[in-house]
């Protein structure tokens, strides 16, 4: 049975299915690169500001609530970590249990 393998044509057929993948790869990467110029140029935008003054920030005021968080945010926020660091929540015991009951619609010989 090897020996009966054609193993040039094996090798071509590998190499063209490879190359198609990554041929395919490739032209995604390039589309989306497209996509990406295109969409920085309708912006205008550069969000590089941004970055300097996030980055210049102190710590103090990044942990701060900004004013536009809403007031249930906060709460909730505040609520989840208070149920955590109190250990209040469910103790699951992996237990499954099947309560069968003989008086149903399905067994009338039963009543």
Not at 58 to 78: E, F, G, H, N, Q
Request: charged residues 15%.
């Amino acid at each position: 049975m090897v020996l009966a393998t054609n193993w040039p044509d094996m090798w071509a057929m590998t190499g063209i299915g490879f190359g198609t993948v990554f041929a395919i790869l490739l032209l995604l990467v390039l589309i989306l690169g497209i996509f990406n110029l295109v969409a920085k140029k309708k912006s205008g935008a550069a969000p590089a500001p941004a970055l300097e003054a996030r980055a210049a920030a102190t710590p103090a005021a990044l942990a701060a609530p900004s004013a536009k968080a809403a007031d249930d945010d906060i709460v909730a926020v505040a609520t989840a970590l208070c149920l955590y660091f109190q250990e209040v929540h469910d103790e699951e015991s992996y237990v499954l249990t099947i309560r069968h009951h003989d008086h149903t619609a399905w067994h009338p010989e039963s009543y």
